[in-house]
Structures are given as C-alpha cells and as structure tokens.
C-alpha cells in the first residue's frame, strides 16, 4: 500500500484544460500499476484511464481528450484533461495496484489504494 494524495481540481469552462497530479509516498509508482476514476453525483464510480506495464488505456468517453503520463523521479502520476465538457464533471480519484493483484485495468477491484479526491467542475 501507498498513500496518495490528489491535487490540481477546480472550476472550468467547457473547452478548457486542467491538469491532475496524484503523488504517491512511499513504494516507487513506477513498480506497480496506476489507474484514474471519477464519480458524479447520483452516479457509481466509473473507469477513466490506466497505465500498467503495456501501455495506457482509456474510456471510450474520454479517449483523445485526455492523456495519462507518469514522471518516476517525482513519485508521481499525471491525468491532463483537454476539451472539457460539463459532462466531465465529478470527483476524480487515483489508485494504484500495490498488492500486484493484476486483472482488468477498467476495474476498481483491482486497486488497492486510493486517493481522497479532487473536484472537477466543468460549466457551460
């Protein structure tokens, strides 16, 4: 297990951009798969992207707007969200796969530690 801690939500216009940051102490983020999910009010926590040893993945949803990267020295990964839509808007929360457990990416049980948090707000 790891704690991680999310940064970089907020308020902003439909078309515009933000950049998420989720830092991660303790075990290298580098050795363990990292994945990013969001839930909207009234709605069930649902799957945004992944990185894991073969490469990223994404929701359809989501798919050329946003871009998943990790920077290892920094113990760090990064969600940078293009072309926001109201749509878009939601808590959007980290996890990382620490217990190795594998599986499919898409899925929450996967993970076992999660971050508190960050509000995205994306008006018209």
């Known amino acids: 297990q790891v704690q991680l801690v999310e940064s970089g939500g907020g308020l902003v216009q439909a078309g515009g951009s933000l950049r998420l940051s989720c830092a991660a102490s303790g075990r290298a983020a580098s050795s363990y798969s990292m994945g990013w999910f969001r839930q909207a009010p009234g709605k069930e926590r649902e799957f945004v992207g992944a990185?894991?040893?073969?490469?990223?993945y994404y929701a359809d949803s989501v798919k050329g707007r946003f871009t998943i990267s990790r920077d290892n020295a920094k113990n760090t990964l990064y969600l940078q969200m293009n072309s926001l839509k109201p749509e878009d808007t939601a808590v959007y929360y980290c996890?990382?796969?620490?217990?190795?457990?594998?599986?499919?990416?898409?899925?929450?049980?996967?993970?076992?530690?999660w971050g508190q948090g960050t509000q995205v707000t994306v008006s018209s």
């Open positions: 996890a990382a796969d620490t217990f190795l457990r594998g599986g499919y990416y898409y899925r929450s049980e996967r993970y076992d530690s």
């Open positions: 990185i894991i040893r073969s490469g990223t």
